[in-house]
């Protein structure tokens, strides 16, 4: 799970390209092989499999990271917050631009895919069902009306997801009725296969000041504590 993409600059939720090109080419130096939102969503998973996800659609990730997949051969998908398209990160401290329609298409004709990251960028811990299906709605109706191709998924902003596990059901039976047949969270772990839970896939979190052998052995193990 990757956020924003920088020339040098790195922090909690950026990396730089370099560090993006040496993670990528190390995982295929390790004979990982690359998956996609479609091979998950119908149980086609390649051996050693690993899905290249960003969330937010920032702009300097189609600007940065973009050029760098097309040119090793990786797929991606990003997690689009829809109300925000062409417009800015505004849960950011530091407020950044965000893809606009012609970009998220020329993903798209790159082979990317799209999927939600909610419509608001709202944490649905705090959402009742009823909330959580109005706002996925909205999400793949906006992406319909402006005729972008999406993937039933959705990446939980924040990762949030109600605690109690009655809540939890009812917003899974939400996301359903909403649309949705894969739901990612952050998790920190690597996921057992075959899949347990389509609606709680764990992702690891690359951060830009961790160590490369912090993302080696994350990827091996998932979070050690």
């Known amino acids: ?20 090109e040496r993670q990528l080419r190390w995982l295929r ?17 390649p051996e050693r499999p690993v ?16 050029p760098v997949l097309r040119a090793l051969g990786v797929p991606a998908a990003v997690f689009v917050p829809t109300a925000f398209i062409g417009q800015t990160s505004s849960w950011d401290r530091d407020a950044r631009p965000l893809m606009n329609v012609s970009q998220l298409r020329a993903l798209a004709a790159d082979g990317f895919e799209l999927a939600l990251h909610s ?12 909330q959580v299906t109005a706002d996925v709605r909205e999400g793949f109706s906006t992406m ?9 998924a959705l990446g939980y902003p924040y990762g949030g997801r109600p ?39 764990q992702r690891l979190s690359v951060r830009g000041d961790e160590s490369f052998g912090a993302f080696q052995r994350k990827v091996a193990w998932g979070k050690l504590l």
Do not use: C, W
């Open 1 to 20: 799970m990757y956020h924003k993409v920088s020339p040098a600059a790195e922090d909690e939720h950026t990396v730089n390209v370099a560090r993006l």
């Open 29 to 45: 130096a390790e004979k990982f092989r690359f998956a996609t939102l479609e091979n998950v969503l119908h149980g086609a998973l």
């Open 51 to 66: 899905l290249v996800t960003f969330d937010d659609a920032y702009a300097d990730a189609f600007e940065f990271a973009r």
């Open 119 to 130: 419509h608001r960028h709202e944490n649905y811990a705090g959402l009742t069902a009823a």
């Open 144 to 152: 319909e009306r402006l005729g972008l191709t999406i993937v039933p």
């Open 163 to 201: 605690r109690d596990p009655v809540a939890r059901a009812a917003m899974q039976a939400a996301l359903r009725a909403g649309g949705v047949r894969l739901a990612f969270r952050v998790g920190n772990r690597v996921n057992g296969l075959p899949l347990p839970d389509p609606l709680q896939i």
